[in-house]
């Protein structure tokens, strides 16, 4: 039996609490708020044949890209399968895509996806999710162009319309146009004041123009709604430590770190990544954080799964160098390069030359550690994540020259990195840092 969700969508169950728990799950989940699986469980529990439930628990469990939580969604998805109820066209091919990626197989698992919303635009939990693995596959233009072509199959006044918006403002913000998608996250935020990715996309912006003051106000305004019991408060912190960074701050951006992106009990990998991007970060300046990264080492070796994605493994690396345990490090690098060739996950090939710089840098090889990297920066998009977070590659190949003593290297990557954020600002201003470094 069919009942519908807010937008018209069939979901395969004969009870109607279902429905309305799926759909308060979905609107936890789409504004990122804290516990989706909470309001879900009990639902499963009455109605264990609740295909669209089961699938939902799935994808929760695939969205927060550890690896730890696999088995878990598997056995979610077999628990869709062993259903009394018939799934739906819909249904069919949403988990046919999320056992993909529930196997290991995010590439593949995504491009199912990709003809999943092309023939179900209205499935916001799909176009979330596949809004998700596009930003982790590095697929930069689709995260602007897969919502871009829903959206003709949406209107004002639609449950949910607002969290469209917000993922289509990140996708034009991570493809330069940062106008529109400042307008369209603000837009966002007046039909859902909760969506935090909406806040996310309006910080990118301010991030990515070099507007730091603008985008200090606009996360430390009005946040209480994401600043807890939000699964992007991690995140949206470490964009406020990157701003007090461009401003000088690292005393600032260092206290963020202890108080609200330091590894706890809770952190999942995308927490772990944001942590050893910014301890990494302060280290290439001089800060001293020699203390932190034994913390955050030992919770990567607790959580890493590696060669699931050359994004996490690359962080969790990150972290290893960072405590200076050499036979760690060599453990890991093996790890890592025992994944086939034929392995899935994008930019493999490049993962080598990126976690031997990575050790370079750390063993003082600053030469080699430029020299690897150089090759990588004309195109990082297949390393994953946003703009934001591949600039670390950017910022080590820098740093990098400077300790080389490559001065020529040194000044051409600072005057690229500071050109991509000062268009805003006059050509003698750019000068004029160029002159002081």
Not at 4 to 26: H, K
């Amino acid at each position: 039996m069919n009942h519908y969700d807010a937008r018209g969508e069939a979901l395969s169950t004969e009870q109607l609490a279902s429905v309305a728990a799926y759909e308060q799950a979905l609107d936890l989940f789409n504004s990122l708020r804290l516990d989706p699986v909470t309001v879900l469980q009990p639902a499963l529990e009455a109605d264990p044949d609740f295909i669209s439930g089961h699938l939902m628990m799935a994808g929760f469990m695939l969205s927060a890209f550890d690896g730890q939580l696999l088995p878990a969604a598997r056995a979610s998805l077999e628990a869709a399968s062993a259903s009394h109820l018939r799934p739906n066209v819909r249904e069919r091919s949403f988990q046919a895509a999320l056992q993909l990626w529930a196997d290991g197989d995010l590439g593949r698992a995504n491009r199912l996806l990709g003809r999943h919303v092309i023939d179900h635009p209205r499935d916001l939990f799909a176009l979330q999710l596949t809004h998700m693995s596009d930003l982790v596959l590095g697929q930069t233009t689709m995260l602007r162009d897969r919502v871009g072509r829903a959206l003709c199959q949406w209107k004002e006044g639609d449950a949910g319309y607002g969290y469209v918006l917000g993922m289509h403002a990140f996708g034009l913000e991570e493809c330069n146009e940062y106008t529109r998608a400042e307008s369209l996250g603000r837009h966002a935020l007046d039909l859902h004041a909760h969506d935090t990715w909406a806040v996310h996309a309006v910080a990118h912006v301010y991030e990515m123009q070099g507007r730091v003051d603008e985008g200090i106000r606009w996360l430390t305004t009005g946040t209480a709604h994401w600043q807890q019991d939000n699964a992007l408060a991690v995140h949206n912190h470490w964009h406020l430590a990157l701003m007090h960074l461009s401003n000088e701050d690292p005393a600032s951006a260092l206290a963020l770190y202890d108080r609200a992106i330091a590894p706890g009990a809770a952190s999942m990998a995308m927490d772990l990544v944001d942590a050893s991007a910014l301890l990494w970060r302060l280290g290439l300046r001089g800060v001293d954080v020699a203390s932190r990264w034994t913390v955050l080492a030992s919770r990567w070796r607790e959580q890493a799964v590696w060669g699931w994605s050359v994004f996490n493994d690359v962080h969790a690396l990150v972290a290893l160098v960072g405590d200076g345990d050499a036979a760690k490090v060599a453990a890991a690098r093996r790890a890592v390069e025992a994944v086939p060739p034929t392995a899935p996950a994008p930019w493999w090939s490049e993962a080598g030359s990126l976690c031997e710089a990575v050790t370079a840098f750390g063993e003082g090889r600053y030469a080699h550690c430029a020299e690897l990297l150089l090759p990588l920066l004309p195109d990082t998009h297949g390393f994953g994540g946003s703009q934001a977070q591949r600039s670390l590659i950017h910022l080590t190949a820098t740093e990098a020259a400077r300790r080389a003593g490559d001065a020529a290297l040194w000044q051409a990557l600072r005057s690229e990195g500071m050109a991509r954020k000062t268009s805003i600002a006059p050509v003698a201003h750019h000068e004029r840092l160029l002159r002081a470094a």
